[in-house]
């Protein structure tokens, strides 16, 4: 076999690993889901050594998505750490073997305090499934690593039915992209999702003209704002919108007697309009739908603000 081959054979092996999780998703996983979302505490993750990364990669997944959550390494526990705890808190215990010597010390001080325990092991017999309220099987044929020691399966099985339990919580909690966004202000789901039309509309040099002019006049408007379209205003309010595409249709259909025209007898007169609290994703979703490149931002008297384009979306 070449190294690709290898490469190939691991990829295979652990996808394998995860189909046969599937039918250990049962009553154990129901009342995991159930414990996590009843929780009026913190979600406390554990695990040791390569279940400790995947907990840890767990608990931020599960902060993200609303659920709060953290990880503590047992070891931490010891000195000083279990004072965050609470009996409000639900632990969600990983270890690979069940077995684990620091994570079993850990136990008897969450018994203690009567906090409930999830376990995740791929040993439903193990010591740490027979103390949980709880267990989550995530016992693997083999690992995909030549020497079957490595944890490579068994950490992409931990990790999935991290996910699984994660996703089961955002349906529950029915949680929307705009609470997502909330927990990601830096990303680009963030951005569109909190940014505002007042963020990053136009303000100066608007292409403003007025109902009665011709249109002579108002195509040397419309260029000189550089936004494609010249915005009808009247008494301070917007009356109409008129675009490249409306001007040279109007050329066309009227030739030698365009000059003639005013902007009234071509301006599209219920442009579409938006308030400055306008998120960039509602906007977006306006032009996506009726196929234009730009809205008007007023207040509620129709008094233009300002105008967003597509290039102002692109944050």
Known sequence: MTVRDY???????????????????????????????????KIIVTGVGKSGHVGAKIAATLSSTGTPSFFINPLDVFHGDLGVMTSDDVVLAISNSGQTDE?????????????????????????????????????V?????????????????????????????????????????????????????????????RTVDLPIISPDQHLGEAVINVSRGK???????TDGKVEGLITDGDIRRAMEKWQAEFFDRTVSDIMTRSPKMVSPKAKISEIQNIMNKYKIHSVLVVDKEHRLLGVVDNYSCMI
Do not use: W
């Open 141 to 201: 044929s083999h690992e995909a690593d030549p020497l079957n020691l490595a944890p490579t399966s068994s950490a992409i099985a931990q990790m999935a039915m991290g996910d699984a339990l994660a996703v089961a919580l955002i349906k529950k909690h029915n949680f929307k992209p705009r609470d997502f966004a909330q927990f990601h202000p830096g990303g680009e789901l963030g951005k569109r999702l909190l940014t505002t039309a007042q963020d990053v509309m």
């Open 103 to 139: 994570l079993l010390r850990f136990i008897p001080l969450v018994l203690q305090m009567e906090i409930p325990i999830i376990a995740m092991s791929g040993n439903p017999e193990s010591l740490l499934a027979k103390y949980a309220n709880c267990h989550l099987n995530v016992s």
């Open 7 to 41: 490469g190939i054979k691991c990829i295979k092996d652990e996808a394998e690993a995860l189909l046969e999780l599937i039918p250990n998703i049962d009553e154990g996983f129901d009342r995991a889901v159930e414990l996590m979302y009843r929780c009026h505490g």
């Open 227 to 233: 936004l494609g379209l010249g915005v009808a205003v």
